[in-house]
């Protein structure tokens, strides 16, 4: 150890022209060069500030201000709160790496932007025919699932052989069971514009499937009606139904091809009396017939339905026509008459009534234009 002497001169004025002066010795202890280290250079330190938006959805790591080493490599994580997920860093840092590295070549502030997590809702138990038969094609449709960010969502349906179907945006499906049996369909959706978030499995709708041979070919002439009179303009109407559905309806008249039946009319009665037989609510047939163009007397009628198998059932029935001399009638003198003291039952109660009726070029038949009750 050495010692290092420092003179010091102190000037002291006291009074005119009076100097004094003092001289002081100091003494320092001063380290060997050659056996001691120097002294280390006081650490620069930098402010590292982070901060989360929306407030409340998260935390980061380290948290608020905190002081950090210069040139040090500080890691900085975010951890959302449940339904959050952290969307990208704004400020000193960039992207969505987490957690990500910074380093302090100056103070730095750093702000992790969380997002809500998407979700798409569960669709409720899809909708469609729970009863029905072998290779037809029944159509279903998945409930409503949306994403809670609003994305457009697509839909498939989990058959029950462990297949799915194809990925849409249609809630309708066509589907066919291959055999009798008991089936369960279920419904799932997806977000279109982010494929990795899908919802949960519907819960099951139960189909059963009977055997074919249970359902025939059915089908009822209800106009005309065995045995009974006609004239003028009516209607020529009944219902068919078949398991594959009714591919046509023909008319014959004294064994004379007519003309085809339109089909496809509704029959709320039929689909109440057969709700088992596919599409029997569209299981009326009509056509406008003039019984006026036949001869007076007797006729047969054959409807035939024939089904897409090409199995066919005839409907029958025998009427009678009563005519005037011509085809067409255009007028009859007096126009209106009045019917007295006619008995009618209706609902199991008779009453009389006085009934007018009219001629109706339209229909070429009488028709009721009043009734009034005794």
């Known amino acids: 150890m050495r010692n290092f002497y420092v003179t010091s001169i102190f000037r002291v004025l006291g009074g005119p022209c009076l100097l004094l002066a003092a001289f002081i010795s100091l003494s320092f202890p001063v380290s060997d060069a050659k056996s001691d280290?120097?002294?280390?250079?006081?650490?620069?330190?930098?402010?590292?500030?982070?901060s989360v938006f929306p407030e409340g959805t998260g935390i980061v790591t380290p948290p608020g201000t905190t002081w950090q080493n210069a040139d040090e490599v500080v890691l900085v994580s975010a951890t959302p709160n449940p339904g959050y997920q952290l969307g990208y860093w704004v400020g000193d840092l960039s992207g969505s790496l987490?957690?990500?590295m910074i380093t302090m070549t100056g103070p730095k502030a750093v702000t992790a932007v969380f997002v809500p997590v998407e979700t798409v809702s569960t669709p409720s138990t899809p909708s469609g025919p729970t009863r029905g038969f072998p290779n037809i094609?029944?159509?279903?449709?998945?409930?409503?699932?949306?994403?809670?960010?609003?994305?457009?969502?697509?839909?498939?349906?989990?058959?029950?052989?462990?297949?799915?179907?194809?990925?849409?945006?249609?809630?309708?499906?066509?589907?066919?069971?291959?055999?009798?049996?008991?089936?369960?369909?279920?419904?799932q959706a997806r977000c279109e514009a982010d494929h990795s978030v899908v919802s949960p499995l519907s819960n099951a709708l139960t189909i059963a499937i009977e055997p074919p041979d249970n359902y025939p070919l059915i089908g009822f002439l209800e106009s005309p009606a065995?045995?009974?009179?006609?004239?003028?303009?009516?209607?020529?109407?009944?219902?068919?139904?078949?398991?594959?559905?009714?591919?046509?309806?023909?008319?014959?008249?004294?064994?004379?091809?007519i003309a085809e039946i339109p089909y496809g009319g509704p029959r709320a009665d039929v689909e109440a009396a057969y709700p088992n037989y596919?599409?029997?609510?569209?299981?009326?047939?009509?056509?406008?017939?003039?019984?006026?163009?036949?001869?007076?007397?007797?006729?047969?009628?054959?409807?035939?339905?024939?089904?897409?198998?090409?199995?066919?059932l005839d409907l029958k029935a025998t009427f009678h026509v009563k005519r005037f001399h011509g085809e067409y009638v255009n007028q009859v003198a007096p126009g209106t008459d009045w019917l007295y003291d006619k008995s009618v039952t209706a609902d199991g109660v008779p009453r009389l009534y006085d009934i007018q009726i009219e001629w109706s070029e339209a229909i070429q038949g009488f028709q009721i234009i009043d009734i009034v009750p005794k």
């Open 278 to 312: 596919p599409n029997s609510l569209r299981s009326g047939f009509a056509m406008v017939w003039n019984y006026s163009i036949l001869p007076e007397g007797m006729h047969p009628m054959i409807v035939r339905l024939h089904n897409q198998d090409g199995q066919t």
């Open 37 to 50: 280290p120097p002294l280390p250079l006081p650490l620069t330190q930098f402010t590292l500030t982070t």
């Open 137 to 187: 094609a029944y159509t279903y449709t998945a409930g409503v699932s949306t994403s809670n960010l609003g994305h457009p969502v697509q839909y498939r349906f989990a058959l029950p052989d462990g297949t799915y179907t194809l990925w849409s945006v249609s809630r309708n499906v066509d589907v066919s069971w291959p055999s009798p049996g008991t089936y369960a369909l279920r419904a």
């Open 98 to 100: 987490n957690p990500s």
């Open 226 to 257: 065995n045995g009974q009179t006609y004239s003028g303009i009516s209607t020529i109407y009944g219902w068919g139904l078949d398991l594959k559905g009714i591919a046509k309806v023909q008319l014959s008249i004294d064994g004379q091809f």
